[in-house]
T-cell receptor, first 113, second 112 residues
Framework: AQSVTQLDSQVPVFEEAPVELRCNYS??????LFWYVQYPNQGLQLLLK??????LVESINGFEAEFNKSQTSFHLRKPSVHISDTAEYFC???????????FGKGTMLLVSP | NAGVTQTPKFQVLKTGQSMTLQCAQD?????MYWYRQDPGMGLRLIYY???????DKGEVPNGYNVSRLNKREFSLRLESAAPSQTSVYFC???????????FGPGTRLTVL
């Protein structure tokens, strides 16, 4: 079985401040990890993913996430957020041998001026 | 390239009515998925189709049926809608099972 826990349902932050969105997973096999973003009234879009290789992965808009196998975590970070980063962020896991993703419940990032 | 399209965007049903949600993708993907999104619950998989001609149950399949009409299209049917099926429904597709999924814009369904 595989599961994902996003520890914060909502994270308020001021513009230009750093942010970390936490994600922990549970799986009995090797994993592939994903972060998706959902802007208001839209579908989900892939933000970044870890499949293998370097444990630090980056997105084109300044987010990064680090796969930590010992802590079973895949936290998402950005050193300086913008108003436009306001959205809901979903962490997802796929265990080796599985053909579907399991999503966390989401974290709403609220960036204010 | 339209990506993943869903129709309708909005729908209101009365309890007991039936309807079909349509999904199509133009990316030549093999796998397609139906999710529902409810506040505080994240996305839950209803059904998926790993390839044309196959369908499998996900986490919450009760009250739903699916049809993989061809490689492009994957429909979701509610035979007798219930208020508990009020939700936002997303269709997604991927090149193969477990690969990056691409999502449609969603259908907002209300069952009265």
């Amino acid at each position: 079985a595989q599961s994902v826990t996003q520890l914060d349902s909502q994270v308020p932050v001021f513009e230009e401040a750093p942010v970390e969105l936490r994600c922990n997973y549970s799986s009995s096999v090797s994993v592939y990890l994903f972060w998706y973003v959902q802007y208001p009234n839209q579908g989900l879009q892939l933000l970044l993913k870890y499949l293998s290789g370097s444990t630090l992965v980056e997105s084109i808009n300044g987010f990064e996430a680090e796969f930590n196998k010992s802590q079973t975590s895949f936290h998402l970070r950005k050193p300086s957020v913008h108003i436009s980063d306001t959205a809901e962020y979903f962490c997802a896991v796929r265990g080796s041998g599985y053909s579907t993703l399991t999503f966390g419940k989401g974290t709403m990032l609220l960036v204010s001026p | 390239n339209a990506g993943v399209t869903q129709t309708p965007k909005f729908q209101v049903l009365k309890t007991g009515q039936s309807m079909t949600l349509q999904c199509a993708q133009d990316m030549n993907h093999n796998s397609m998925y139906w999710y529902r999104q409810d506040p505080g619950m994240g996305l839950r998989l209803i059904y998926y189709s790993a390839s044309e001609g196959t369908t499998d149950k996900g986490e919450v399949p009760n009250g739903y049926n699916v049809s993989r009409l061809n490689k492009r299209e994957f429909s979701l049917r509610l035979e007798s809608a219930a208020p508990s099926q009020t939700s936002v429904y997303f269709c997604a597709s991927s090149l193969a099972g477990g690969d990056t999924q691409y999502f449609g814009p969603g259908t907002r369904l209300t069952v009265l």
